[in-house]
T-cell receptor, first 113, second 111 residues
Framework: DTGVSQNPRHKITKRGQNVTFRCDPI?????LYWYRQTLGQGPEFLTY????????KSRLLSDRFSAERPKGSFSTLEIQRTEQGDSAMYLC???????????FGPGTRLTVT | QKEVEQDPGPLSVPEGAIVSLNCTYS??????FMWYRQYSRKGPELLMY????GNKEDGRFTAQVDKSSKYISLFIRDSQPSDSATYLC???????????FGTGTLLAVQP
């Protein structure tokens, strides 16, 4: 399977804990994106990378959120001191170039109790 | 006002019907338009990708873009129960390629 993969698929954590998600993009895709989706809504943009450079961050990405893409391959999204409002589906997508289609992974569903 | 408006539905149709799904948008900089299908608790699956105005057909799916009216549509012919899902429109343009999504339309195709 050469699609976008995400791990874990589901994460349950207690409020105040830190969590980290991983995304592996489609091989040779230079751009990697993170989105967040809550129930009944479309995905909302969080941030994106071109290779290892983080080029844009949404105002939704508070200082508790940090994303990295070392070596321009996989990416991680970390949430520190989780809050109940962080409960959502976290989606990763990748594309080859800046005008190309974005392909999504299966998502990581975060539940903060 | 949201940049992209989409009727959330739900939309229920009998098997074999033609389905019409629509989105309107306000940002004239949008030039790239996509439709995604999302099954419950899964990631969005890309169905159609179009640039600027015009039509694009792929099997039972047809995407239309009318930039003058800021209106896009997805038509599904001969709908099947397996088409039952949420359909999301998305678009980008200008200086950024972050996708702006509609809220999604929930479609149910009844056998």
């Amino acid at each position: 399977d050469t699609g976008v993969s995400q791990n874990p698929r589901h994460k349950i954590t207690k409020r105040g804990q830190n969590v980290t998600f991983r995304c592996d993009p489609i091989s040779e895709h230079n751009r990697l994106y993170w989105y967040r989706q809550t129930l009944g809504q479309g995905p909302e943009f969080l941030t994106y990378f071109q290779n290892e450079a983080q080029l844009e961050k949404s105002r939704l990405l508070s200082d508790r959120f940090s994303a990295e893409r070392p070596k321009g391959s996989f990416s991680t999204l970390e949430i520190q001191r989780t809050e109940q409002g962080d409960s959502a589906m976290y989606l990763c997508a990748s594309s080859f170039g800046n005008k190309d289609e974005q392909y999504f992974g299966p998502g990581t569903r975060l539940t903060v109790t | 006002q949201k940049e992209v408006e989409q009727d959330p539905g739900p939309l229920s149709v009998p098997e074999g019907a033609i389905v019409s799904l629509n989105c309107t948008y306000s940002n004239s900089a949008f030039q790239y338009f996509m439709w995604y299908r999302q099954y419950s608790r899964k990631g969005p699956e890309l169905l159609m990708y179009t640039y600027s105005s015009g039509n694009k057909e792929d099997g039972r799916f047809t995407a239309q873009v009318d930039k003058s009216s800021k209106y896009i549509s997805l038509f599904i012919r001969d709908s099947q129960p397996s088409d039952s899902a949420t359909y999301l429109c998305a678009m980008f343009g200008g200086a950024t390629n972050k996708l702006i999504f509609g809220t999604g339309t929930l479609l149910a195709v009844q056998p």
